[in-house]
């Protein structure tokens, strides 16, 4: 339990798994520092959730892909102070809609989604609600315009927990795309596991049923133990020519 005596926070770059109940009513008696993990199962835990955020400064760049842990809609105060640039994604007309631009009604982040953001100065973000604790898992409908040639079926969504994720889906492609680690290009995550707070970006096949599900990650799961998917190495004598990963079903 923890309550207004007594603050607990998650370190950094660590996970906590509760397996009974968690009692939390005050986000400020629950910290979660940036990169901390907590994986529990009930409702109504209340949290702070900080995250660094590394500014431009004077040149371009360190664009951050983002998304709430917390339930429902959180209010997009925290990200929007100083020179802030903040952006969610329209798939039907592939435009960027800037949440400092009134004609977008943009003022909050919805779970399950995700956002562009970036700031000129070095910042730690606390963002602060009821944590998302779904036991089994999140679905996130996506959109596909069939009319739309350019960008067709590409979804900005994001992470809904606050710990890692796996992402599995219905009529999606393979293969999602992460900010990479200078922060200014998008390109294919090497891993099925989506990090804690991270948004990234699905491509929907299909105009019925594209869905992005997000399953809580399992501390236990090994990739190389699933049969989910396997590699196949082409070789010409001595020499490895390509590779290619066979996906088998809906995989992980």
Same mark, same amino acid.
């Given at each position: 339990n923890v309550h207004q005596f007594n603050q607990y926070v998650v370190a950094a770059n660590t996970t906590l798994t509760v397996n009974g109940e968690l009692t939390c009513s005050d986000p400020q008696y629950l910290i979660l520092e940036d990169n901390a993990q907590l994986i529990h199962s009930n409702s109504g835990v209340q949290a702070t959730v900080q995250k660094?955020?590394?500014?431009?400064?004077?040149? &371009?760049?360190?664009?951050y892909l983002v998304a709430s842990p917390f339930v429902g809609n959180m209010a997009a105060t925290p990200l929007t102070t100083d020179e802030y640039d903040l952006y969610s994604y329209d798939e039907p007309t592939h435009y960027w809609m800037n949440s400092k631009d009134s004609s977008s009604d943009f003022n909050t982040l919805t779970n399950g989604t995700g956002?562009?953001?970036a700031n000129e100065a070095d910042k730690q973000v606390n963002?602060?609600?009821?944590l998302q604790s779904s036991s089994s898992h999140v679905d996130v409908t996506l959109s596909y315009t069939t009319s739309q040639d350019?960008?067709?079926?590409? &979804?900005?969504?994001g992470n809904p927990f606050p710990?890692?994720?796996?992402?599995?889906g219905d009529n999606i492609a393979?293969?999602?795309?992460?900010?990479?680690?200078? #922060?200014?290009?998008?390109?294919?995550? #090497?891993?099925?596991?989506? &990090?804690?707070?991270?948004?990234?970006?699905?491509?929907a096949t299909s105009s019925e049923g594209s869905v992005a599900k997000f399953? #809580?990650?399992?501390p236990n799961y090994r990739s190389g133990e699933s049969s989910a998917f396997f590699e196949i190495t082409i070789n010409?004598?001595? &020499?490895?020519?390509?590779?290619?990963?066979v996906r088998m079903g809906e995989g992980v």
């Open positions: 660094s955020i590394t500014g431009y400064g004077e040149g &371009n760049g360190n664009w956002y562009l953001y963002l602060s609600g009821e350019k960008l067709r079926g590409f &979804n900005l969504v710990c890692k994720a796996m992402l599995r393979a293969d999602f795309y992460v900010m990479n680690d200078d #922060r200014d290009e998008l390109v294919v995550s #090497r891993s099925i596991v989506v &990090n804690p707070y991270e948004g990234i970006f699905v491509e399953y #809580r990650w399992d010409e004598g001595r &020499n490895e020519i390509d590779r290619a990963r």
